[in-house]
């Protein structure tokens, strides 16, 4: 059988975070996942299980303590400079306060090069998807937070990448700007068929946008549940077969917290 190495492929993956005067954090256990070009993945896990870590480290801003991860065929490390082009989404704006929005948007696009026109218009089209087109001369601190992480959405997704890391980008938003938000973001994945990783604490968000689920456990996390969501898109936030879904896999999780609060019992 031939082997085709995957896309992005996470091996034996662990990461501890040292203490002082006690034994390391234990944080992700030995995570194996291996994703396909043009996934959507999600994954969904406890608060503070390492899902952030995980995205720190395919992005190159941390390394793990054992185990590889290697993108599009290669090793990535904070030492290594991946070819392939990573957007990022963190769970906060990240903003620089002193920058216009458009300013802020338009960064990352002069950090790469681009022509003047080029990054004029790449602002303009990716502040009028968020909606923002009208607060592009407005400076972080004058936005509210749901529009400040709109701008760190628009700016993530400005430098169209080969792969977007999205760590909770809907989740301080109201409702309803983020289904709408939420439909534009499907609609972007199914156009580019670029491969995006979803961190998510909403179940519905998830099974809503995903072509693979993942849930993790609590720490040290490993994979508890790898689920393809093969519902064709674009789908209805209220499809019967979506609500059926989340309605499963919020039972496995609650059964996989019950599951590491006994082993932690027996442990003690
Ligand atoms: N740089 C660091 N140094 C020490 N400990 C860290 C560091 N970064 C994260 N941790 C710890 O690792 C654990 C996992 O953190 P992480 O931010 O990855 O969790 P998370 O799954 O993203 O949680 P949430 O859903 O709340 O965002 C936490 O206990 C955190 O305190
Ligand atoms: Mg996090």
Redesign the pocket.
Known sequence: MIMTESYLSIDHLHKE?PRRGDRP?N?LGDLDVHVEEGALLSIL??????????LNIINGL?DATTGEVRLAGRKVSTRTRSDVKIGVVF?QPRLLAWRTVRNNVALPLQEMGLPKDEIDDRVRRYLALVGLAEFADYYPLQLSGGMQQRVSLARGLAIEPDLLLA??PFSALDEFSARRLRQEFVRIWAETGKTILF?T?NIREAVFLSSRLLVITD?PARTYLDLPVTVPHPRKPEDDLLFELEKSVTEDFMRMEEQVRLEKEMTR
């Open positions: 975070f954090l944080v896990g406890p608060s503070g299980c390492g899902k952030s870590t995980l941390d769970q760590d909770e961190v604490h720490r």
